[in-house]
């Protein structure tokens, strides 16, 4: 028999991910501020303009979907249910590239950019 207080902690941890995590990425200096993040199935990217003047966009190219063109200080989330690797890059600038790692962690961990 589990004492209350044990019980009470093992349904804390095993709650943990069921809140879905929202991760942001920074957009300046023409490059994404996390370049890689690993986040879990159900969470959230929310991708942030912090450029003074330039618009970006985020371009999944092997799904061809792409967000509008980000002005400063406009933002687009994306919600990312199914585990996988989805690379992706601004689509007026390739050469700023960027991937989100969908995994399943353990249930202690956070959601947390790589880098
Ligand atoms: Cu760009």
């Given at each position: ?13 095993a ?27 159900g ?73």
């Amino acid at each position: 028999m589990l004492k209350p207080f044990y019980l009470a902690l093992a349904l804390a941890t095993a709650s943990l991910r069921v809140l879905a995590a929202e991760v942001e990425i920074g957009i300046a200096d023409y490059r994404f501020d996390h370049p890689i993040v690993k986040i879990a199935p159900g969470d959230t990217v929310r991708w942030v303009n912090k450029e003074k003047r330039t618009s970006h966009s985020v371009f999944f190219f092997a799904e061809s979907l792409e967000s509008e063109r980000l002005f400063p200080g406009e933002t687009w989330s994306r919600r990312f249910d199914v585990p996988g690797i989805y690379p992706y890059r601004c689509g007026p600038h390739p050469e700023m590239q960027g991937e989100v790692m969908v995994a399943p962690v353990e249930s202690s961990e956070q959601a947390q950019p790589a880098q």
